[in-house]
């Protein structure tokens, strides 16, 4: 399995990106995937995840209400839309796969893909 993330750039507060991760690889549209992000100096943190159908996602309290999770699985690609961007959203931000058709947990993603930067300027 590949995970390829794009979409990540510098951003006023405010702001909006929208995240892609196209994914390749046998049945990819069969499993949870979702975002993570790792600021500097701090642990890596779930963001959002999505289902294997897309019925359900789960969002980092703190996101909730501003960013989107969504797949569209004959494209085999999931996206976060991040509107109403803070200076703290300003990560690495990594897409990745999980074993599971549903996933809330970081153990629970075993493919990782290479991350993307997003900068947001007060």
């Known amino acids: 399995v590949q995970l390829q993330a794009s979409g990540g750039g510098l951003v006023q507060a405010g702001g909006s990106l929208k995240l892609s991760c196209a994914a390749s690889?046998?049945?990819?549209?069969?499993?949870?995937m979702g975002w993570f992000r790792r600021a500097p100096g701090k642990d890596r943190e779930l963001a959002a995840t999505?289902?294997?159908?897309?019925?359900?996602?789960f969002y980092k309290e703190s996101v909730k209400g501003r960013f989107t999770i969504s797949r569209d699985n004959a494209k085999n690609t999931v996206y976060l839309q991040m509107n109403n961007l803070k200076p703290e959203d300003a990560a690495v931000y990594y897409c990745?796969?999980?074993?599971?058709?549903?996933?809330?947990?970081?153990?629970?993603?075993?493919?990782w893909g290479q991350g993307t930067q997003v900068t947001v300027l007060q």
């Open positions: 990745a796969k999980s074993f599971r058709a549903e996933a809330t947990s970081v153990s629970l993603f075993n493919h």
């Open positions: 690889g046998r049945a990819t549209s069969r499993y949870a």
């Open positions: 999505i289902s294997w159908n897309g019925d359900t996602t």
